[in-house]
């Protein structure tokens, strides 16, 4: 990913994804923002206990880089399943509701998400100028919800998952992200060859493994025929400098968030 500043905030783009012209996108940091610890500083998210006008003065200056407002994008109340739905700017300032994952193609929609350690999945169709941002943890990502997105993008625009470009966010990475039963049960029941995704504890080979939460859904991209696939290759739990972190802040953190923006003609 590319580091970038625009006004004093921080943000990071994927080198494979426009970055200017008929699409916008941005995955903000932690940094840059007013909110205090735990929250510090660009906290985007009011699910936390931060003040709520600290949240709203953050997503000014996040959504602002392209223009927006928390009334100017579209936002969705995440469930960790693996539901899609196609948005217009009709629901700007709303949340979708019990959906991981929005697509739009209409000019001017934009599309936002928070994360603390969970996948973002962003998907560009250029052939039919259609985006789609997506949140995917352990669950979505057992669950497929990134081929979810590409099937109801190939429905909705008639998008061919090979034209399609793939950018896959920080997340928790296989170095941090020890997991118990339930994932790896759940991790073998998803995925065949699952111990490539189930790495040895580095701490002792009898301990827990380790998920690796961005390759699974490259797997899953891949499955479903997406070729141009770019990793962050940051982890969010190692960068809690740059990143709010669940798993590393034991829940006493915020949210950063992403835009995708395609632009009105
Ligand atoms: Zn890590």
Redesign the pocket.
């Known amino acids: 990913m590319i580091f970038d500043q625009s006004s004093g905030i921080p943000f990071l783009r994927f080198a494979g994804l426009p970055g200017n012209g008929r699409v916008q996108h941005a995955i903000f940091t932690r940094q840059g923002g007013v909110s205090p610890a735990p929250f510090d500083s660009l906290n985007l998210s009011v699910s936390v206990p931060d003040e709520k006008e600290r949240v709203y003065a953050n997503r000014r200056r996040a959504y602002g880089l392209y223009g927006r407002d928390t009334d100017t994008v579209v936002h969705a109340h995440l469930v960790h399943g693996r539901d899609v739905a196609r948005v217009t700017q009709a629901d700007n300032g709303t949340w979708l509701p019990r959906v991981d994952a929005i697509l739009t193609d209409e000019p001017g929609c934009a599309l936002t998400m928070n994360f603390a350690d969970c996948t973002p999945i962003l998907l560009y169709d250029p052939a039919h100028q259609a985006i789609g941002l997506g949140h995917a943890g352990w669950q979505g990502t057992v669950k497929d919800l990134p081929g979810a997105m590409v099937a109801a993008m190939q429905r909705e625009f008639g998008s061919r998952p090979a034209e399609l470009i793939a950018g896959i966010g920080p997340c928790?990475?296989?170095?941090?992200?020890e997991v118990g039963e339930v994932v790896i049960t759940a991790v073998h029941a998803a995925f065949p060859n699952p111990d490539s995704l189930l790495l040895p504890n580095p701490q002792s080979p009898a301990a827990n493994p380790h998920f690796d939460l961005p390759a699974a859904n490259r797997r899953n991209l891949q499955r479903a025929g997406v070729q141009q696939i770019e990793l962050s290759g940051l982890?969010?739990?190692?960068?809690t400098d740059l990143f709010f972190s669940h798993r590393a802040e034991n829940g006493r953190t915020g949210r950063f968030g992403s835009i995708f923006v395609l632009e009105a003609t």
Do not use: N, S
């Open positions: 928790i990475g296989p170095c941090c992200y982890c969010t739990a190692c960068r």
